[in-house]
């Protein structure tokens, strides 16, 4: 599957953005695949966001951000979305998008990028004070 990630730019803190990252090209369909959404700060590791697994049935949310943003899909469309909220300075980061149609028991799985086997280009969020 071949993963684009739409929808980052510039924003003051407080603000919000929305991210969609939209499959295509897989013979499978997109509610197969779980979806992350991973950060990657300068002179920083990637680090795990958020995910939705298979159709939205799971989801999971890193601390730093629970609360503050959602992660929603839409099967029909391909895409999974990151509504990001209540935006601070040190959210600013380039974010990819990833899939995987790996299934595991132990949700922490999830959060590791090795877990997943496809990634997109990122897109840059950059949140000013």
């Known amino acids: 599957v071949q993963l684009q990630a739409f929808g980052g730019g510039l924003v003051q803190a407080g603000g919000s953005l929305r991210l969609s990252c939209t499959g295509s090209?897989?013979?499978?369909?997109?509610?197969?695949?779980?979806v992350g959404w991973f950060r990657q700060a300068p002179g920083k590791g990637r680090e795990f966001v958020a995910a939705?697994?298979?159709?939205?049935?799971?989801?999971y949310l890193a601390d730093d951000v629970n609360g503050r943003f959602i992660i929603s899909g839409d099967v029909a469309k391909n895409t999974v979305y990151l509504q990001m909220n209540s935006l601070k300075p040190d959210d600013t980061a380039v974010y990819y998008c990833?899939?995987?149609?790996?299934?595991?028991?132990?949700?922490?799985?999830?959060?590791?990028?090795?877990?997943?086997?496809?990634w997109g280009k990122g897109t840059q969020v950059t949140v000013s004070s």
């Open positions: 090209g897989s013979g499978r369909p997109f509610g197969d695949y779980t």
């Open positions: 990833a899939a995987t149609t790996g299934t595991w028991y132990d949700s922490t799985r999830y959060y590791g990028a090795a877990t997943y086997d496809y």
């Open positions: 939705d697994s298979r159709g939205g049935r799971y989801r």
